[in-house]
């Protein structure tokens, strides 16, 4: 098995998906409701995307990869 891919997915908030912002796969841009949802889309994008960019090797049948996922947000303090 190789290295896992780490990939890094970001809440936002306007457009209410989850966008995956950081990946060492030149090209890959992927969002989704939610993170099953961009899971399952990653599992078919990540190999075609190495392929498209010479990184992906036939007799490679899996290709592990992690999903951190992250939201920003604010905390205020209201007792003043």
Do not use: C, H, Y
Not at 15 to 28: E, F, K, M, S, Y
Not at 35 to 61: C, D, H
């Amino acid at each position: 098995m190789g290295s896992i891919l780490k990939m890094q997915a970001n809440w936002d908030d306007e457009a209410q998906v989850w966008v995956v912002d950081r990946t060492p796969i030149p090209g890959l841009v992927a969002e989704a409701s939610t993170i099953p949802q961009l899971i399952a889309k990653l599992k078919i994008l990540i190999p075609e995307m190495l392929e498209e960019n010479g990184g992906f090797s036939t007799s490679q049948s899996e290709i592990p990869f992690e999903v951190v996922a992250g939201v920003t947000t604010f905390a205020s303090n209201t007792a003043q």
